[in-house]
């Protein structure tokens, strides 16, 4: 089984653009969530997504958006990107929004923005 | 919420047991304790989740006493190849695919 699939691997972006990002879960999951990964901040979640919906939503700016499509596939869009937007962005998918399953992360996409 | 608080680095050499413990003193009922593991510019990787007493699997052991106020990852025999960043977990309650990480153990395994 193919495991979760983000693209694009790295994007380099100059400010103020915006940039969309995409992740495709394991085959039969349906819940997909986000999460930011910097060298000051850690790991911090962004959201989640389960039937097309968002479920939960962490403390981000309104720039930060998402949303999940009937085949479960799911996108996060950046607008008007600053420096500190820079990190490695990890999407995780499990088969249903339950903090006990375990979550598979893809391999994420390494964003930096000039 | 739960807070973890865990070592931020270990050493240790091939061939040794490893043992890295989490605290997390205001754990509620219902929350389980899950263990994550990172390599460099990869994802996290599930590695083992328990509720209470001892769970066991092909890759580690996760040992939690009756309070339940902490718990124990113990990685038998590492190699160079466990050297990673390890998270310690606990679930919220009221479901949801949330995951709180705190910074992590970085253990480094030497020859």
């Known amino acids: 089984k193919a495991g979760v699939t983000q693209t694009p691997r790295y994007l380099i972006k100059t400010r103020g653009q915006q940039v969309t990002l995409s992740c495709s879960p394991i085959s039969g999951h349906r819940s997909v969530s986000w999460y930011q990964q910097t060298p000051g901040q850690g790991l911090q979640f962004l959201f989640e997504y389960f039937s097309e919906t968002q479920r939960n939503k962490g403390n981000f700016p309104g720039r930060f958006s998402g949303r999940q499509f009937s085949n479960s596939r799911s996108e996060m869009n950046v607008s008007t990107l600053e420096l500190g937007d820079s990190a490695l962005y990890l999407c995780a998918s499990s088969p249903v929004p339950d903090i006990y399953n375990e979550q598979f992360f893809g391999p994420g996409t390494r964003l930096t923005v000039l | 919420l739960a807070k973890t608080t865990q070592p931020i680095s270990m050493d240790s050499y091939e061939g040794q047991e490893v043992n890295i413990t989490c605290s997390h003193n205001?754990?509620?009922?219902?929350?389980?304790i899950t263990w994550y593991q990172q390599f460099p510019s990869q994802g996290p990787r599930f590695i083992i989740q328990g509720y209470k007493t001892k769970v066991t699997n092909e890759v580690a052991s996760l040992f939690i006493p009756a309070d339940r106020k902490s718990s124990t990852l113990s990685l038998p025999r590492v190699s160079l190849s466990d050297t990673a960043v390890y998270y310690c977990l606990v679930g919220l309650t009221g479901g949801g695919n949330k995951l709180t990480f705190g910074t992590g153990t970085q253990l480094k395994v030497e020859l």
């Open positions: 205001n754990i509620a009922t219902n929350d389980y």
